[in-house]
């Protein structure tokens, strides 16, 4: 669909939606933003500001202005240390931060197995490969594969599981077609909590907690929302269709809607899970205590990178770091927070920057 055709119906969706404010109302508030960002309000709609309970709406800050703060705080010169995912995993693991285990990676044909390098000639070599993986890990029904570089919001990353291998070769060599045009990692499936599992069992259900870190090497976590999916997606992201819920910082509970992109799902927003039926509002985080603590200390062994979007599961046993995004979508942060012109942490980044 295109861009025009999008916007029509994000309209038509707005005007039928029964939770929104009067139309007179929406007009008023989109003119009072515009005088106040200097810009149309974009985010007026993709943050659900039009909706009856959202009334804070100067308590956001445009695009623009949030990726030139980041930028501010974030060194260019070594974000691939951690946008690297296997950079990133050799960084981390020398701290003992708890990671997902890399059990294979490649570039293109390629793959280096423990300290093995292996070439691969076709799909029936990967396959080959991929058994091996499976025999010495008979623990794991499923590998997680993804591009080491670049697999941004759910794109490039693959689930892999035991019984594929048999009964699928031409879903083998799709795989080995596409992993053999870059890198890819091909990591352990982390096993979530059983109380993660009641939101939904099909993916891991990630929180990306953000965090900054002042002048003096004090780390603070800004925000938090965890992410899953409202299908048998095994990918959590909101490009993919999936709901993000807003998480209370003191307590590690849950808060009342679940989100998506507008553009994705239209105006629709969830207090209960489609799937499981699970109700958001008071779901308690397990580990939560234990996944800000893991943030900030990753946070701070990071010099250079000040402002970083954390991804966090939470394992049977505690919670994984998988990993973190010096670019990471700061927007989304700031509307599931409630809006940073309000957050304590925010407010000293702005202050250092005298804005």
């Not at 058994?131 to 010495?136: R, S, Y």
């Not at 799709?174 to 069992?201: I, M, R």
């Not at 397990?286 to 000040?306: D, I, S, Y």
Request: charged fraction near 20%.
């Amino acid at each position: 669909m295109q861009k025009k055709q999008k916007s029509v119906v994000i309209i038509k969706d707005i005007i039928n939606d029964q939770d929104r404010k009067s139309i007179i109302l929406m007009i008023w508030e989109i003119l009072v933003l515009t005088f106040y960002h200097r810009s149309f309000p974009r985010l007026y709609f993709s943050y659900y500001l039009f909706k009856k309970y959202n009334t804070n709406i100067k308590n956001y800050y445009p695009d623009k202005f949030l990726y030139g703060i980041k930028a501010l705080l974030n060194d260019k010169e070594i974000r691939d240390v951690i946008e690297n995912k296997l950079f990133f995993d050799f960084y981390y693991s020398q701290f003992n931060i708890s990671l997902p285990t890399i059990l294979m990676y490649n570039h293109k044909n390629f793959f280096v197995v423990g300290k093995n390098n292996v070439k691969t000639n076709n799909a029936s070599d990967f396959k080959s490969l991929l058994n091996d993986l499976f025999e010495q890990n008979p623990s794991f029904d499923s590998l997680i594969i993804k591009r080491t570089y670049g697999s941004y919001g759910g794109s490039s990353v693959f689930k892999l599981f035991r019984h594929q291998l048999v009964k699928n070769d031409e879903m083998i060599g799709e795989l080995y077609a596409e992993v053999t045009k870059a890198g890819f990692l091909f990591q352990e499936t982390v096993k979530q909590h059983p109380d993660l599992n009641s939101l939904n069992p099909s993916c891991l259900n990630t929180m990306r907690l953000d965090t900054f870190v002042s002048k003096d090497g004090i780390a603070d976590v800004i925000s938090g929302y965890i992410r899953m999916s409202t299908s048998n997606l095994h990918v959590d992201n909101g490009r993919m269709g999936g709901y993000s819920v807003s998480i209370n910082l003191e307590s590690g509970k849950l808060k009342k809607y679940g989100y998506s992109s507008i553009t994705k799902v239209g105006v629709k927003v969830l207090k209960i899970h489609p799937v499981t039926n699970t109700v958001f509002e008071n779901f308690q985080i397990p580990f939560f205590n234990e996944a800000k603590q893991l943030v900030v200390n990753a946070a701070t062994l990071m010099p250079g990178l000040r402002l970083i979007g954390w991804d966090v599961a939470i394992g049977e046993t505690g919670p994984v770091l998988i990993e973190g995004n010096s670019d990471y979508a700061i927007p989304g942060s700031d509307m599931m927070s409630g809006g940073f012109r309000s957050n304590p942490v925010f407010k000293k980044i702005l202050n250092e920057l005298n804005y």
